[in-house]
Protein backbone atom coordinates (compact mmCIF):
# COMPACT_ATOMS: atom_id res chain seq x y z
CA UNK A 1 0.00 0.00 0.00
CA UNK A 2 1.01 3.33 -0.32
CA UNK A 3 0.03 7.04 0.64
CA UNK A 4 -1.06 9.64 -2.00
CA UNK A 5 1.81 11.89 -2.26
CA UNK A 6 4.27 10.07 -0.33
CA UNK A 7 6.78 7.39 -0.09
CA UNK A 8 5.77 4.57 1.98
CA UNK A 9 8.21 4.73 4.93
CA UNK A 10 8.18 0.45 5.09
CA UNK A 11 7.58 -1.72 1.84
CA UNK A 12 4.95 -3.82 1.66
CA UNK A 13 4.74 -7.70 1.29
CA UNK A 14 1.08 -8.57 -0.02
CA UNK A 15 0.22 -12.20 0.66
CA UNK A 16 -3.72 -11.41 0.49
CA UNK A 17 -5.35 -14.39 -1.82
CA UNK A 18 -1.96 -16.84 -1.27
CA UNK A 19 -1.55 -19.80 0.62
CA UNK A 20 2.31 -20.30 1.29
CA UNK A 21 3.57 -23.32 2.76
CA UNK A 22 5.91 -22.80 6.44
CA UNK A 23 8.87 -23.64 4.10
CA UNK A 24 7.68 -20.75 1.67
CA UNK A 25 6.82 -18.21 4.56
CA UNK A 26 10.62 -18.89 5.69
CA UNK A 27 12.06 -18.26 2.78
CA UNK A 28 9.93 -15.26 1.87
CA UNK A 29 9.75 -13.78 5.24
CA UNK A 30 11.83 -10.39 5.68
CA UNK A 31 15.25 -10.77 7.20
CA UNK A 32 18.10 -8.90 7.13
CA UNK A 33 21.04 -10.14 4.79
CA UNK A 34 22.95 -12.89 6.51
CA UNK A 35 25.55 -10.83 7.80
CA UNK A 36 28.91 -13.06 6.93
CA UNK A 37 30.55 -14.22 9.89
CA UNK A 38 32.70 -15.93 7.25
CA UNK A 39 34.12 -12.91 6.46
CA UNK A 40 34.55 -12.01 10.65
CA UNK A 41 35.81 -15.35 11.29
CA UNK A 42 39.51 -14.62 10.12
CA UNK A 43 39.47 -11.59 12.33
CA UNK A 44 37.89 -13.42 15.44
CA UNK A 45 40.02 -16.25 15.15
CA UNK A 46 43.18 -14.69 15.15
CA UNK A 47 42.00 -12.28 17.74
CA UNK A 48 41.10 -15.21 20.12
CA UNK A 49 44.54 -16.98 19.44
CA UNK A 50 46.52 -13.99 20.72
CA UNK A 51 44.13 -13.66 23.94
CA UNK A 52 44.89 -17.50 23.97
CA UNK A 53 48.72 -17.66 23.61
CA UNK A 54 49.78 -14.03 24.66
CA UNK A 55 47.31 -12.75 27.27
CA UNK A 56 47.40 -9.06 29.06
CA UNK A 57 49.66 -8.20 26.37
CA UNK A 58 46.99 -9.14 23.67
CA UNK A 59 43.83 -7.21 25.91
CA UNK A 60 46.04 -4.22 25.71
CA UNK A 61 46.94 -4.20 22.08
CA UNK A 62 43.14 -4.81 21.57
CA UNK A 63 42.09 -2.17 24.13
CA UNK A 64 44.40 0.61 22.23
CA UNK A 65 43.28 -0.53 18.87
CA UNK A 66 39.54 -0.80 18.85
CA UNK A 67 38.79 1.56 21.64
CA UNK A 68 41.74 3.89 21.65
CA UNK A 69 42.38 3.17 25.68
CA UNK A 70 45.83 2.81 26.09
CA UNK A 71 45.29 0.02 29.82
CA UNK A 72 47.75 -1.41 31.93
CA UNK A 73 45.08 -3.55 33.03
CA UNK A 74 41.43 -4.61 32.48
CA UNK A 75 40.53 -5.05 36.33
CA UNK A 76 38.15 -2.42 36.99
CA UNK A 77 39.22 -0.90 40.54
CA UNK A 78 36.33 -1.31 43.11
CA UNK A 79 36.47 2.28 44.43
CA UNK A 80 35.45 3.28 40.62
CA UNK A 81 32.18 1.27 41.43
CA UNK A 82 31.52 2.88 44.44
CA UNK A 83 32.16 6.01 42.55
CA UNK A 84 30.05 5.20 39.68
CA UNK A 85 26.85 4.29 42.25
CA UNK A 86 27.54 7.43 44.32
CA UNK A 87 27.29 9.64 41.19
CA UNK A 88 24.69 7.95 39.67
CA UNK A 89 21.31 10.35 39.34
CA UNK A 90 19.03 9.41 41.40
CA UNK A 91 16.23 8.91 39.01
CA UNK A 92 17.95 6.45 37.31
CA UNK A 93 19.32 4.84 40.12
CA UNK A 94 15.68 4.65 41.53
CA UNK A 95 14.11 2.75 38.42
CA UNK A 96 17.62 -0.02 38.13
CA UNK A 97 16.32 -0.49 41.42
CA UNK A 98 12.72 -1.16 40.44
CA UNK A 99 13.73 -3.05 37.41
CA UNK A 100 16.00 -5.57 39.48
CA UNK A 101 13.40 -5.88 42.02
CA UNK A 102 10.59 -6.81 39.32
CA UNK A 103 13.04 -9.32 37.33
CA UNK A 104 14.54 -10.92 40.33
CA UNK A 105 10.76 -11.66 41.64
CA UNK A 106 10.22 -13.29 37.92
CA UNK A 107 13.55 -14.93 38.09
CA UNK A 108 13.31 -16.60 41.66
CA UNK A 109 9.81 -18.03 40.57
CA UNK A 110 11.69 -19.97 38.07
CA UNK A 111 13.91 -21.74 39.88
CA UNK A 112 13.07 -25.53 39.48
CA UNK A 113 12.74 -27.65 42.55
CA UNK A 114 15.06 -31.27 42.33
CA UNK A 115 12.65 -33.88 41.08
CA UNK A 116 12.80 -37.14 43.21
CA UNK A 117 11.64 -40.86 41.64
CA UNK A 118 10.82 -43.77 43.31
CA UNK A 119 10.04 -46.71 40.48
CA UNK A 120 9.89 -49.35 43.05
CA UNK A 121 11.52 -49.53 46.87
CA UNK A 122 15.22 -48.77 46.55
CA UNK A 123 14.87 -47.78 42.94
CA UNK A 124 15.02 -43.81 43.04
CA UNK A 125 16.40 -41.24 40.08
CA UNK A 126 16.24 -37.53 41.04
CA UNK A 127 17.14 -34.65 38.43
CA UNK A 128 18.91 -32.43 40.30
CA UNK A 129 19.56 -29.06 39.43
CA UNK A 130 23.11 -27.55 40.09
CA UNK A 131 24.15 -24.02 38.96
CA UNK A 132 26.69 -23.63 36.62
CA UNK A 133 30.18 -23.01 38.93
CA UNK A 134 31.15 -19.85 37.19
CA UNK A 135 30.05 -17.39 34.39
CA UNK A 136 30.82 -14.90 32.16
CA UNK A 137 28.16 -11.99 31.33
CA UNK A 138 28.97 -9.76 28.05
CA UNK A 139 27.72 -5.93 28.17
CA UNK A 140 27.67 -4.81 25.11
CA UNK A 141 28.76 -0.70 24.09
CA UNK A 142 28.37 0.82 20.48
CA UNK A 143 25.50 2.85 19.53
CA UNK A 144 23.82 2.65 22.43
CA UNK A 145 24.36 1.73 27.09
CA UNK A 146 23.31 -1.35 28.72
CA UNK A 147 22.56 -0.63 32.30
CA UNK A 148 19.22 -2.59 31.67
CA UNK A 149 21.58 -5.99 30.23
CA UNK A 150 23.59 -5.71 33.43
CA UNK A 151 20.00 -6.68 35.67
CA UNK A 152 19.03 -9.03 32.77
CA UNK A 153 22.42 -11.27 33.15
CA UNK A 154 22.83 -11.14 36.17
CA UNK A 155 19.56 -11.16 38.26
CA UNK A 156 18.89 -15.24 36.89
CA UNK A 157 22.41 -15.88 37.39
CA UNK A 158 22.23 -15.33 40.60
CA UNK A 159 18.47 -16.42 41.38
CA UNK A 160 20.13 -19.76 39.66
CA UNK A 161 22.69 -20.04 42.40
CA UNK A 162 25.60 -19.26 40.56
CA UNK A 163 28.54 -18.73 43.11
CA UNK A 164 31.19 -16.64 40.87
CA UNK A 165 30.55 -13.61 38.36
CA UNK A 166 32.57 -12.28 35.90
CA UNK A 167 31.12 -9.55 33.86
CA UNK A 168 32.77 -7.58 30.56
CA UNK A 169 32.16 -4.59 28.66
CA UNK A 170 34.27 -2.52 26.23
CA UNK A 171 36.46 0.38 27.91
CA UNK A 172 35.55 4.23 26.65
CA UNK A 173 37.65 6.47 26.25
CA UNK A 174 35.65 9.34 27.20
CA UNK A 175 35.51 7.65 30.26
CA UNK A 176 39.04 6.90 31.50
CA UNK A 177 38.98 3.95 30.14
CA UNK A 178 36.43 2.30 32.07
CA UNK A 179 33.28 1.00 30.99
CA UNK A 180 30.20 3.38 30.96
CA UNK A 181 29.43 4.60 35.07
CA UNK A 182 25.79 3.40 34.34
CA UNK A 183 26.94 -0.03 33.54
CA UNK A 184 29.40 0.01 36.63
CA UNK A 185 26.66 1.58 38.65
CA UNK A 186 24.55 -1.26 38.06
CA UNK A 187 26.83 -3.69 38.81
CA UNK A 188 27.74 -2.17 41.96
CA UNK A 189 24.18 -2.54 42.78
CA UNK A 190 23.93 -6.20 42.07
CA UNK A 191 27.23 -6.89 43.99
CA UNK A 192 28.96 -8.02 40.96
CA UNK A 193 32.43 -6.79 41.94
CA UNK A 194 34.62 -8.53 39.11
CA UNK A 195 34.13 -6.07 36.39
CA UNK A 196 36.50 -5.89 33.43
CA UNK A 197 37.00 -3.00 31.25
CA UNK A 198 37.65 -5.68 27.70
CA UNK A 199 35.67 -5.12 24.53
CA UNK A 200 34.65 -7.41 21.76
CA UNK A 201 35.92 -10.42 20.89
CA UNK A 202 38.86 -10.54 22.83
CA UNK A 203 36.48 -9.92 26.01
CA UNK A 204 34.95 -13.62 24.78
CA UNK A 205 38.26 -15.38 24.52
CA UNK A 206 39.34 -13.76 27.77
CA UNK A 207 36.26 -15.50 29.92
CA UNK A 208 36.87 -18.60 27.56
CA UNK A 209 40.53 -18.97 27.99
CA UNK A 210 41.06 -17.34 31.15
CA UNK A 211 44.07 -14.45 31.51
CA UNK A 212 47.46 -15.24 33.51
CA UNK A 213 48.00 -13.61 36.29
CA UNK A 214 50.81 -10.77 36.16
CA UNK A 215 52.92 -7.87 37.60
CA UNK A 216 49.83 -5.80 39.11
CA UNK A 217 47.31 -7.92 37.85
CA UNK A 218 45.70 -10.75 39.98
CA UNK A 219 44.56 -12.70 36.37
CA UNK A 220 41.12 -13.56 34.90
CA UNK A 221 40.08 -17.13 35.91
CA UNK A 222 37.95 -18.83 33.30
CA UNK A 223 34.57 -19.33 33.26
CA UNK A 224 32.25 -22.09 32.21
CA UNK A 225 29.60 -20.23 30.38
CA UNK A 226 29.45 -16.96 28.07
CA UNK A 227 26.04 -15.16 28.34
CA UNK A 228 24.96 -11.55 26.42
CA UNK A 229 24.47 -9.89 23.19
CA UNK A 230 26.85 -8.33 21.14
CA UNK A 231 27.98 -7.52 17.54
CA UNK A 232 28.93 -9.64 14.91
CA UNK A 233 32.26 -10.17 16.26
CA UNK A 234 31.31 -10.89 19.70
CA UNK A 235 28.52 -13.55 18.38
CA UNK A 236 31.15 -15.36 15.95
CA UNK A 237 33.61 -15.61 19.10
CA UNK A 238 31.00 -17.43 20.62
CA UNK A 239 30.39 -19.35 18.36
CA UNK A 240 34.23 -20.31 18.05
CA UNK A 241 34.45 -20.84 21.78
CA UNK A 242 31.32 -23.31 22.05
CA UNK A 243 32.41 -26.45 23.48
CA UNK A 244 35.43 -24.47 25.53
CA UNK A 245 32.40 -22.81 27.63
CA UNK A 246 29.05 -22.80 27.04
CA UNK A 247 27.51 -19.97 25.58
CA UNK A 248 23.34 -18.91 25.66
CA UNK A 249 23.83 -18.28 21.97
CA UNK A 250 24.92 -16.48 19.03
CA UNK A 251 22.74 -12.68 19.06
CA UNK A 252 21.80 -11.50 15.82
CA UNK A 253 19.83 -7.69 15.26
CA UNK A 254 17.21 -7.25 17.19
CA UNK A 255 13.41 -7.19 15.91
CA UNK A 256 9.95 -6.86 16.44
CA UNK A 257 7.08 -8.21 14.63
CA UNK A 258 3.47 -7.04 15.64
CA UNK A 259 0.26 -8.64 14.73
CA UNK A 260 -2.38 -6.27 14.43
CA UNK A 261 -6.13 -5.64 12.75
CA UNK A 262 -7.88 -2.78 12.16
CA UNK A 263 -8.57 -2.49 16.60
CA UNK A 264 -4.96 -1.07 16.64
CA UNK A 265 -4.30 2.07 17.09
CA UNK A 266 -2.05 3.07 14.78
CA UNK A 267 0.24 6.00 16.46
CA UNK A 268 1.38 2.95 19.26
CA UNK A 269 2.10 0.34 16.50
CA UNK A 270 4.27 3.37 14.56
CA UNK A 271 5.91 4.19 18.12
CA UNK A 272 6.49 0.16 18.83
CA UNK A 273 8.30 -0.27 14.97
CA UNK A 274 10.75 3.23 15.89
CA UNK A 275 11.49 2.14 19.57
CA UNK A 276 12.54 -0.86 17.63
CA UNK A 277 14.44 0.86 15.03
CA UNK A 278 16.44 2.98 16.98
CA UNK A 279 18.63 -0.06 18.65
CA UNK A 280 20.76 -0.47 15.02
CA UNK A 281 20.55 -0.04 11.25
CA UNK A 282 19.92 -2.81 11.04
CA UNK A 283 17.49 -4.18 13.63
CA UNK A 284 14.25 -5.47 11.63
CA UNK A 285 10.60 -3.84 12.37
CA UNK A 286 7.61 -5.97 10.96
CA UNK A 287 3.73 -5.40 11.14
CA UNK A 288 1.49 -8.11 9.97
CA UNK A 289 -1.90 -7.49 9.65
CA UNK A 290 -5.30 -8.16 7.84
CA UNK A 291 -6.28 -4.15 7.58
CA UNK A 292 -4.92 -2.13 4.66
CA UNK A 293 -6.32 0.82 6.17
CA UNK A 294 -4.46 0.57 9.53
CA UNK A 295 -1.24 -0.16 7.15
CA UNK A 296 -1.63 3.27 5.66
CA UNK A 297 -2.86 4.64 8.64
CA UNK A 298 1.08 3.19 10.33
CA UNK A 299 2.74 4.60 7.24
CA UNK A 300 1.49 8.12 7.90
CA UNK A 301 2.41 7.75 11.76
CA UNK A 302 5.78 6.91 10.65
CA UNK A 303 6.16 9.74 8.60
CA UNK A 304 5.15 11.81 11.47
CA UNK A 305 6.80 9.94 13.89
CA UNK A 306 10.30 10.18 12.63
CA UNK A 307 10.26 13.88 12.35
CA UNK A 308 11.14 14.40 15.84
CA UNK A 309 12.71 10.77 16.63
CA UNK A 310 16.09 11.92 18.17
CA UNK A 311 17.44 8.92 16.48
CA UNK A 312 15.78 9.28 12.72
CA UNK A 313 18.61 8.50 10.75
CA UNK A 314 18.88 5.28 12.41
CA UNK A 315 15.53 4.72 11.98
CA UNK A 316 15.23 5.61 8.93
CA UNK A 317 17.95 2.97 7.65
CA UNK A 318 16.39 0.48 9.50
CA UNK A 319 12.89 1.24 8.71
CA UNK A 320 13.70 1.11 4.72
CA UNK A 321 16.07 -2.31 5.18
CA UNK A 322 15.18 -5.66 3.42
CA UNK A 323 14.50 -6.77 7.02
CA UNK A 324 11.33 -4.05 7.44
CA UNK A 325 8.40 -4.67 5.98
CA UNK A 326 4.24 -4.06 6.21
CA UNK A 327 3.13 -7.73 5.72
CA UNK A 328 -0.35 -8.07 4.04
CA UNK A 329 -2.55 -11.24 5.41
CA UNK A 330 -6.44 -12.21 4.91
CA UNK A 331 -7.33 -13.09 7.83
CA UNK A 332 -5.59 -12.77 11.64
CA UNK A 333 -5.35 -16.73 11.81
CA UNK A 334 -2.96 -16.10 8.67
CA UNK A 335 -1.19 -13.34 10.78
CA UNK A 336 -0.46 -16.06 13.33
CA UNK A 337 1.04 -18.61 10.98
CA UNK A 338 3.31 -15.54 9.28
CA UNK A 339 4.58 -14.63 12.90
CA UNK A 340 4.95 -18.34 14.06
CA UNK A 341 6.90 -18.76 10.37
CA UNK A 342 9.09 -15.39 11.74
CA UNK A 343 9.76 -16.19 15.39
CA UNK A 344 10.40 -12.85 16.36
CA UNK A 345 12.71 -11.85 19.45
CA UNK A 346 9.88 -9.90 20.40
CA UNK A 347 6.17 -10.04 19.40
CA UNK A 348 3.25 -7.61 20.16
CA UNK A 349 -0.07 -8.68 19.89
CA UNK A 350 -2.66 -5.96 19.38
CA UNK A 351 -6.14 -7.69 17.55
CA UNK A 352 -9.56 -7.54 19.36
CA UNK A 353 -9.05 -10.69 21.70
CA UNK A 354 -5.32 -9.92 22.14
CA UNK A 355 -4.80 -12.77 25.24
CA UNK A 356 -6.83 -15.10 23.12
CA UNK A 357 -4.62 -15.02 19.90
CA UNK A 358 -1.70 -14.32 21.75
CA UNK A 359 -2.14 -17.99 23.41
CA UNK A 360 -2.47 -19.69 19.52
CA UNK A 361 1.28 -18.93 18.69
CA UNK A 362 3.58 -20.69 19.14
CA UNK A 363 6.91 -19.33 18.09
CA UNK A 364 8.49 -15.92 19.92
CA UNK A 365 11.16 -14.88 22.54
CA UNK A 366 8.50 -12.66 23.87
CA UNK A 367 4.98 -11.94 23.54
CA UNK A 368 3.50 -8.32 24.15
CA UNK A 369 -0.28 -8.89 24.70
CA UNK A 370 -2.27 -5.85 24.15
CA UNK A 371 -1.67 -2.26 23.29
CA UNK A 372 -0.27 -1.36 27.02
CA UNK A 373 1.86 -4.01 26.47
CA UNK A 374 4.91 -2.71 24.16
CA UNK A 375 8.16 -4.38 23.79
CA UNK A 376 10.04 -1.08 25.94
CA UNK A 377 8.43 -2.32 29.17
CA UNK A 378 9.60 -5.88 28.31
CA UNK A 379 13.92 -4.25 27.84
CA UNK A 380 13.27 -2.36 31.68
CA UNK A 381 10.24 -2.92 33.79
CA UNK A 382 8.31 -5.96 32.80
CA UNK A 383 10.48 -8.61 35.20
CA UNK A 384 11.07 -10.47 32.27
CA UNK A 385 14.04 -10.71 30.59
CA UNK A 386 14.95 -8.85 27.23
CA UNK A 387 17.67 -11.12 26.22
CA UNK A 388 15.56 -13.23 23.97
CA UNK A 389 16.29 -15.38 20.71
CA UNK A 390 16.87 -13.36 17.64
CA UNK A 391 16.93 -14.27 13.54
CA UNK A 392 14.43 -16.91 13.77
CA UNK A 393 15.67 -19.25 16.39
CA UNK A 394 12.89 -18.64 18.55
CA UNK A 395 11.23 -21.44 16.78
CA UNK A 396 13.36 -23.96 18.95
CA UNK A 397 15.02 -21.58 21.52
CA UNK A 398 14.56 -20.11 24.94
CA UNK A 399 15.08 -16.07 26.09
CA UNK A 400 17.76 -15.93 29.06
CA UNK A 401 16.76 -17.50 32.28
CA UNK A 402 17.28 -19.20 35.54
CA UNK A 403 17.68 -22.54 33.55
CA UNK A 404 20.54 -21.02 31.43
CA UNK A 405 22.46 -20.90 34.16
CA UNK A 406 21.60 -24.65 35.58
CA UNK A 407 21.98 -28.15 34.17
CA UNK A 408 19.96 -31.22 35.24
CA UNK A 409 21.98 -33.49 37.21
CA UNK A 410 20.53 -37.49 36.85
CA UNK A 411 21.09 -38.92 39.84
CA UNK A 412 21.13 -42.74 40.07
CA UNK A 413 20.24 -44.83 43.40
CA UNK A 414 19.35 -48.32 43.13
CA UNK A 415 19.70 -51.14 46.24
CA UNK A 416 20.70 -54.80 45.67
CA UNK A 417 17.14 -55.82 45.42
CA UNK A 418 16.14 -52.93 43.11
CA UNK A 419 19.33 -53.84 40.38
CA UNK A 420 18.40 -57.28 40.49
CA UNK A 421 14.36 -57.24 40.26
CA UNK A 422 15.65 -55.16 36.29
CA UNK A 423 18.98 -57.52 36.08
CA UNK A 424 17.73 -59.63 33.55
CA UNK A 425 16.55 -57.25 31.15
CA UNK A 426 20.08 -54.93 31.20
CA UNK A 427 21.80 -58.40 30.38
CA UNK A 428 19.45 -58.79 27.54
CA UNK A 429 19.64 -55.70 26.07
CA UNK A 430 23.44 -55.49 26.42
CA UNK A 431 23.01 -58.38 24.11
CA UNK A 432 21.30 -57.63 21.43
CA UNK A 433 23.18 -54.31 21.02
CA UNK A 434 26.17 -57.12 21.33
CA UNK A 435 27.70 -54.91 24.18
CA UNK A 436 27.96 -58.46 26.41
CA UNK A 437 30.29 -56.47 28.62
CA UNK A 438 27.68 -53.92 29.80
CA UNK A 439 25.46 -57.33 31.10
CA UNK A 440 28.72 -59.10 33.29
CA UNK A 441 28.94 -55.63 34.53
CA UNK A 442 26.09 -56.37 36.18
CA UNK A 443 26.00 -59.61 36.32
CA UNK A 444 29.35 -60.08 38.42
CA UNK A 445 27.31 -58.11 41.12
CA UNK A 446 25.37 -61.34 41.69
CA UNK A 447 28.76 -63.61 41.10
CA UNK A 448 28.40 -64.36 44.79
CA UNK A 449 24.69 -66.01 44.65
CA UNK A 450 25.70 -68.73 41.67
CA UNK A 451 24.30 -67.14 38.88
CA UNK A 452 22.44 -63.77 37.78
CA UNK A 453 18.51 -63.58 38.89
Known amino acids: MSIPGESPILRTIDWRGRALSLAELRRELPRVASASTHDAESSVRSILDQVRSAGLPALRSFAERFDGVAQEQPKVPQAALDRALAELDPEIRRALEESIARARTVALAQRPEDVPVQLAPGANVTLRWEPVRRVGLYVPGGLAVYPSSVIMNVVPALAAGVGSIALASPPQKEFGGLPHPSILAAAQLLGVSEVYAIGGAQ ?38 VKGVVGIDAEAGPTEIAILADASAPADYVAADLISQAEHDPFAASVLVTDSAELADAVQAELAAQMGWTKHRERVARALAGEQSAVVLVDTVQQGIDVVDAYAAEHLEVMTENAAAVAARVRSAGAIFVGPTA ?43 AALAAVAEHIVVLAGAEDLPAHGDAVSVRFADRGATP
Open 203 to 240: AIGAFAYGIPASAGFAGLEPVDLVTGPGNIYVATAKRL
Open 374 to 416: PVSLGDYCAGSNHVLPTSGTAAFASGLGVHTFLRAIQVIDYDR
